[in-house]
């Protein structure tokens, strides 16, 4: 398996313009979780699917941001508009459910480097 | 609220030795503790995943451990290398299938 895919790789936009961050989750897996990283807060949850459905959205700072899972194999984080405090480096990963043992660990993708100047 | 702490924050050591990287978490209710590498400006590499069950883990020269009842996991590294350079963070799994995360040790291995 390819692992998590996640696209693009680095984005730079100017404020206020939208973005659309793409996730490919590793097949068979039933999570998928969207992470922000930045120097000041760390590795922070946004918001995690189970089944396609989204479980939990606590973490997803405000409503300029949305995330939706259409199908299983594929995510979008979009941010609109999109401000400079949103720069950060954004982590889609994925985990198989309770009937793959019930060990539910998390494989991460390679991250998207948002520079939003 | 479940918060997670690494310590010491950074560690700088001779290649060669053995060293041991800590991490404790407030709430004791965990469903399992996972052990994460992160390469400079990439995504995050899954070491090891203890449960809740387990007292250790091992992965060749890596291994974890658990004591649930005070909060607390080690992560030993023995015979470092200079390849063993990154940052590493520990993760708490509770109900919900939600991760919570510590800041990281970063390591540099010296050659």
């Known amino acids: 398996d390819a692992g998590v895919i996640q696209s693009p790789r680095h984005e730079v936009t100017e404020m206020g313009q939208e973005v659309t961050l793409r996730c490919k989750p590793i097949?068979?897996?039933?999570?998928l979780f969207w992470y922000r990283q930045t120097m000041m807060r760390g590795l922070e949850l946004l918001i995690y699917?189970?089944?396609?459905?989204?479980?939990?959205d606590s973490g997803m700072p405000e409503d300029r941001f949305s995330a939706k899972m259409p199908n299983a194999s594929f995510s979008t984080l979009k941010i609109q508009p999109s401000e400079p405090r949103d720069s950060a480096v954004y982590f889609c990963?994925?985990?198989?459910?309770?009937?793959?043992?019930?060990?539910?660990?998390?494989?991460f993708g390679p991250g998207t480097r948002l520079t939003v100047t | 609220k479940q918060e997670v702490t690494q310590i010491p924050a950074a560690l700088s050591v001779p290649e060669g030795e053995n060293l041991v990287l800590n991490c404790s978490f407030t709430?004791?209710?965990?469903?399992?503790l996972q052990w994460f590498r992160q390469d400079p400006g990439k995504g995050l590499t899954s070491l090891l995943l203890?449960?809740?069950?387990?007292r250790e883990q091992t992965s060749g020269r890596l291994n974890a451990s658990l004591d649930k009842s005070s909060g607390r996991s080690t992560l030993y590294i023995a015979a470092s290398q200079p390849g063993d350079s990154a940052t590493y963070l520990c993760?708490?799994?509770?109900?919900?299938?939600?991760?919570?995360f510590g800041a990281g040790t970063i390591l540099r291995v010296k050659s």
């Open positions: 990963a994925s985990s198989p459910g309770a009937l793959a043992g019930g060990l539910y660990e998390q494989y």
């Open positions: 097949s068979g897996h039933d999570y």
């Open positions: 699917f189970n089944n396609n459905v989204p479980i939990d």
């Open positions: 709430d004791s209710a965990i469903y399992n």
């Open positions: 203890i449960q809740s069950s387990q």
């Open positions: 993760a708490v799994k509770r109900d919900g299938n939600k991760l919570v």
